[in-house]
């Protein structure tokens, strides 16, 4: 609250009139503009406030609470203090399903990086048709999670599934995408590619768009290649672009749970378990509600620690600003 | 070739037959590279395209197809059968209207609330701004099964559960609406708001008649990718909806297979039905899509 409101005296009180007085009764003071700009501000954002803070942080509150009761979610629960998270550290599907987000997490995002900066930079190339390619190549973006996931067990089915039809065909021997833990959690990774490659196409897309082209003519001039043109100029021009697309992605994949609830359900054996569906199945199946919530926790801590360095460690890229 | 030609006269000057080599080059690289580049385009596009692919195929065949061992990679015969089995035996049409009411509700309050929210942000000021902002923004990180515990418990004490509000209100607030707008109105230049201010205009009115008719880009893009982002939500109404008359799409999609099981053709008819309106409306909004996203000051 500095400035301004001295220098715009006329303006004040121009713009100030009729209001209700907001200090204890001294009808001589109107608010200045400054005063009723950010009653204006408060009033256009409490219903997106009041939306977030009962929906979301209400409940973030109470699931941080609930992680410290033992509760089947009907009564009143009754507290055990750590217990819920002493428990957490002895679980073995616990550390299986962390270590299947984690190594999730680092597969999905680079490779979906990877090949949607590739693709990008196919697209943004002079090619025929270049349009209807690029249309085909976000189409799964408007499938459903649990559509995709469908289709991927069709398509995976060890059984009666096309690939595996394929393979053997081939002369290939089939894959047991269902029981094999491996395949299955191969098959998970594979189906999430399909579904999520063409954000990254598109956010890249954008990316490369806002590239001046006479930088390539330049490169060019000085004797670049295609690689270095690639290496030295695309690839650092995109990196606001990488940046964003890598907190997405870090993000989407700690919280992966359509694909693998409807494809797997986190079988065979733990083999595709992650947090949130390992989350789901105490807080829901078997109502072991405080541990549902210390699992919760622990993906959030998990999911604020990644943003929290990655933010630090590049600040001169921030997307916000 | 007839730049090659060129290259080789001598009565050209040496630079320009320098410029010359290198164009020519550049065209042959350019031409071997240009089929290279389609056929990596088409691969890709067929990796996308072939799922879908077998999705219409199974919908449209029969059950003795299906188990057939062979590999047939097209369509043995044409049947409307399993689309009557699905009709007949679960209340499409019901599902189809709740999805419909839910998402067309949650994106109205999503682009309204997102609206102002973002406007507030961009260029008003007062104290907590940018602290709200961030804590709006952090939002984006919390998956609902971190949440689903109490917020069931929340939803069930205002009288919410059983109704379209126990999925529409949680869902509703979008963080990335609120960043979206932000970014977008940032992008008006100041002066407009300044001029109408001076001309004696309050802050709604200025909200009304000058920054909406600006945003009706961003507009269409937060609508669509509101309706899209609920037609396709799974986790919360998963959780939020135990009634089967009142399920959503993804829901009753995933309740039917569990009645097929492993009998493809029903579900694939299903999958189908609900994918298609989208998969319509996702290609003929693209252009806001895109459109959005490059505006939205991500790059």
Known sequence: MTGMSSASTALRKRAAYGTATADGGKPSRRPTRRYRESLVGYAFLTPTLILLGVF?????????????????????????????????????????????????????????????????????????????????????????????????????????????????????????????????????????????????????????????????????????????????????????????????????????????????????????????????????????????A?????????????????????RNRDPVE | MSSLRVDGNPVDGNRSRQEAGYAAARRRRHRSGLALRIALAIVACAVVLFPLYWMVVVAFSTRSDLFSSGLRLWPQSFTLENFQRVFSSFPISAWFGNSLAIALVTSAITV????????????????????????????????????????????????????????????????????????????????????????????LRIFLQIVLPLCKPLLAVLFFMSLLQTWNDFAWPLIALKDNALFTLPIGLLYLQGQFGSDYGGTMAFALLTVAPMVVLFLVFQRFFVQGFARSGIQ
């Open chain 1, 56 to 292: 979301v942080l209400l409940p973030l509150v109470g699931a941080v609470v609930i992680s410290l009761q033992k509760t089947n979610g009907f009564g009143a629960g009754t507290f055990t203090g750590l217990e819920n998270y002493a428990r957490l550290v002895r679980d073995p599907v616990f550390w299986r399903s962390t270590l299947n987000t984690a190594l999730f997490t680092a597969i999905v995002t680079p490779v979906s990086m990877l090949l949607g900066l590739g693709v990008a930079v196919l697209l943004n190339s002079v090619l025929p048709a270049r349009g209807l390619f690029r249309s085909i190549l976000i189409v799964p973006m408007a499938i459903s999670g649990v559509a995709t996931a469908l289709i991927g067990t069709l398509v995976f089915d060890q059984n009666n599934g096309v690939l595996d039809k394929m393979l053997r065909s081939l002369g290939l021997p089939a894959i047991q995408w269902q029981s094999g833990s491996t395949a299955a959690f191969v098959s998970v990774v594979l189906v999430t590619l399909w579904w999520r490659v063409g954000f990254n196409m598109l956010i890249y897309l954008a990316g490369l768009q806002g590239i001046n082209p006479y930088l390539y003519e330049a490169a060019r001039l000085d004797g670049a290649n295609g690689w270095q043109q690639f290496r030295y100029l695309t690839v650092p021009m995109v990196g606001p672009s990488s940046f964003f697309l890598l907190i997405m992605n870090v993000i989407y994949s700690f919280q992966v749970f359509d694909i693998v609830f409807v494809m797997t359900g986190g079988g065979p054996q733990n083999a595709t378990s992650v947090l949130v569906t390992y989350a789901y199945d105490n807080g829901f199946v078997t109502r072991d509600q405080g541990y549902a």
């Open chain 2, 112 to 203: 309204s609330t997102s609206l102002l929210a973002g406007y507030a942000f961009a260029q008003l000021k007062f104290r907590g701004s940018s602290f709200l902002f961030l804590v709006a923004l952090s939002t984006l990180m919390i998956p609902v099964q971190v949440i689903m515990v109490p917020l069931f418990k929340i939803v069930t004490q205002l009288g919410l559960y059983g109704s379209y509000w126990a999925v529409i209100l949680p869902t509703a607030a979008s963080a990335f609406g609120v960043f979206l707008s932000r970014q977008f109105i940032l992008a008006i230049p100041r002066d407009l708001f300044e001029a109408a201010r001076i001309d004696g205009a309050g802050q």
């Open chain 1, 294 to 314: 210390a699992i919760g926790v622990v993906l959030l801590l998990a999911t604020m620690t990644f943003t929290a360095v990655r933010w630090r460690s590049s």
